[in-house]
């Protein structure tokens, strides 16, 4: 099996069908319910029960869309398995989220999203990709550090990234168990 990537510089691994590449508008209503699947894999005592069922609002997906930063992989049949979502937070590239149907988990598709947004980042100029995830779930903090990133100290208060994590906070995310990361490239 073969994954397509629609970017060039991304490596394929053994995925047949599958392409991953810029999402394009009929993409956009498959993307709330691949973030609800993922979002019911996490223990309610790290995503609560009053924002477990949020999803990105349609104008951020296609502000997203619309500026290059959102990615998908659609299996040959054209069902969307997964996507990537990046945004430009402190001027540095930002990973904000990215989610595989859980079927489709530990296929490698979630790890060709993440090296498409590392393509982005550095063909757009940066010289690192920023996250904050979960440090303590495998397929978070332990899955991203295998591909290179590692975590840094609390952003900075006054930060947009530390913004970010107080609006987590208050949502009602035990913050303690989230952290941020780096990738120089």
């Not at 394929?12 to 991953?20: C, F, K, L, Q, R």
């Not at 988990?105 to 980042?121: E, P």
Request: aromatic letters at 6%; charged letters at 20%.
């Amino acid at each position: 099996m073969t994954i397509s990537c629609a970017r060039p510089g991304i490596s394929t691994e053994a995925m047949e069908g599958i392409v991953i590449g810029t999402a394009q508008m009929m993409h956009l209503r498959a993307i709330p319910a691949i973030e609800l699947a993922g979002a019911a894999m996490f223990p309610e005592a790290d995503l609560p029960q009053q924002i477990r069922h949020r999803v990105t609002a349609t104008a951020d997906l296609q502000n997203a869309l619309d500026a290059g930063r959102l990615w998908t992989a659609v299996s040959g049949q054209g069902q969307v398995l997964g996507f990537a979502m990046a945004d430009i937070v402190d001027d540095e590239a930002y990973l904000v989220e990215v989610d595989v149907l859980p079927d489709f988990g530990r296929r490698g598709i979630g790890n060709q999203l993440v090296k498409t947004v590392i393509a982005w980042a550095r063909e757009s100029g940066f010289n690192a990709l920023r996250l904050v995830t979960f440090r303590h779930i495998p397929w978070n903090a332990p899955f991203y550090e295998k591909l290179g990133f590692s975590v840094v100290d609390r952003p900075e208060p006054g930060t947009e990234l530390a913004g970010l994590m107080d609006e987590e906070r208050r949502a009602g995310i035990n913050v303690v168990n989230r952290v941020a990361m780096l990738l120089t490239l």
